[in-house]
């Protein structure tokens, strides 16, 4: 596909190698990021929804970043719980990265993650103003 590039920041190549994903993909002006869960640079998983989330909102930021967008430019969240009790708390920290002009949203409850022990997992689709 002409005008397709893979966006892998710096840090995930063990993720692109081992898991054979990339962390985003990018053609034109349109971003599609993959789940981004709480886990650090050292695949260290966060502790409790609010950490999890924190990270998993910061590690969006930096694929979105490494593509050319921000989170402003999210117009999709879809978003991965394994526990839909903690959805005030997710919350909490989501209106923190995106505190408005709220893009659409989609939570959905899951049995478990790809990792033991993750709570939370966040994928979403930009489109880059020009």
Not at 87 to 92: E, G, L, P
Request: glycine residues 8%; without cysteine.
């Amino acid at each position: 596909m002409q005008g397709k590039v893979l966006v892998n920041p710096k840090g995930t190549e063990s993720i692109y190698e081992s898991m054979q994903f990339s962390q985003a993909v990018k053609v034109n002006n349109m971003i599609w990021v993959s789940g981004q869960v709480g886990i650090d640079k050292d695949l260290s998983i966060g502790k409790g929804i609010e950490e999890q989330s924190r990270m998993a909102f910061q590690n969006l930021k930096k694929v979105l970043e490494e593509a050319g967008g921000s989170l402003a430019d999210i117009v999709e969240l879809v978003t991965y719980h394994v526990s839909m009790k903690e959805m005030r708390q997710f919350s909490k920290v989501k209106a923190e990265f995106i505190p408005s002009n709220y893009p659409a949203w989609t939570a959905v409850g899951v049995k478990e993650l790809v990792l033991k022990g993750l709570l939370v997992e966040i994928r979403a689709t930009a489109i880059i103003n020009t």
